[in-house]
């Protein structure tokens, strides 16, 4: 009877041993399981959080690409326009010419010819705004102001006004060389539309004067 009370006793002893063994197994696979769980938690959180910060790259990246496509656009039309302006700009020829004359030191004083005297002594395309300074005729300080209507009309008046200075010259030197040496420094430039002619002995401060104007 004892001997069947102590087998009785060890073999309860074995089920409570493995019971804690299977409970302890379970608690610690229960254990891993979570990690595994907090694992791909983490994991998956970091795939978003890599996935956003792509896409967020991308959208910043082509929201710049579209605002500098715009800027551009813009930039262009501002200066198509400005361009557009400029070549359309009406010239005021009386006014540029009396600042030609207040600007630029002359020997003797230039007087304006009228338009038809001034037609009859230099060429021009037609519907050409013309302003035309001379002196009496003992000094070969002028100054002529051209509006032509186009840019290809305001090279041909440049043409006409070289022909000009030309023959003046050929005059000057037989009865005044040393005014005909004046016409060699003619200043005689073009910007778009206008074309400005100026004779005079200072002629290099006249040609800062001039293309400081038609900047």
């Known amino acids: 009877m004892k001997q069947w009370k102590k087998k009785a006793a060890g073999q309860t002893g074995d089920t409570a041993v493995k019971k804690a063994g299977k409970a302890k197994e379970k608690k610690e696979k229960k254990v891993r399981v979570k990690r595994a769980d907090c694992r791909v938690l983490m994991l998956s959180a970091?795939?978003?959080?890599?996935?956003?910060?792509?896409?967020?790259?991308?959208?910043?990246?082509?929201?710049?690409?579209?605002?500098?496509?715009?800027?551009?656009?813009?930039?262009?039309?501002?200066?198509?326009?400005?361009?557009?302006?400029?070549?359309?700009?009406?010239?005021?020829?009386?006014?540029?010419?009396?600042?030609?004359?207040?600007?630029?030191?002359?020997?003797?004083?230039?007087?304006?010819?009228?338009?038809?005297?001034?037609?009859?002594?230099?060429?021009?395309t037609e519907g050409t705004e013309l302003q035309f300074y001379t002196g009496n005729g003992t000094h070969a300080d002028e100054v002529v102001v051209m509006a032509a209507a186009s840019e290809a009309d305001a090279e041909k008046n440049q043409q006409y006004a070289q022909a000009y200075l030309t023959d003046k010259k050929a005059s000057f030197q037989d009865y005044i060389p040393e005014e005909a040496d004046k016409i060699d420094d003619a200043v005689c430039v073009r910007s778009g539309n206008c074309v400005i002619v100026c004779v005079t002995k200072d002629y290099a401060a006249a040609k800062k004067v001039i293309e400081g104007l038609m900047e």
């Open 46 to 124: 970091m795939y978003l959080f890599v996935a956003f910060v792509m896409i967020w790259g991308t959208v910043q990246m082509v929201r710049n690409i579209n605002t500098a496509g715009r800027e551009m656009d813009v930039r262009e039309a501002k200066e198509a326009s400005a361009e557009n302006n400029s070549k359309n700009k009406k010239i005021d020829t009386e006014s540029l010419a009396k600042m030609l004359l207040k600007e630029i030191s002359f020997e003797g004083d230039l007087k304006k010819l009228d338009d038809s005297v001034a037609s009859g002594m230099l060429n021009h």
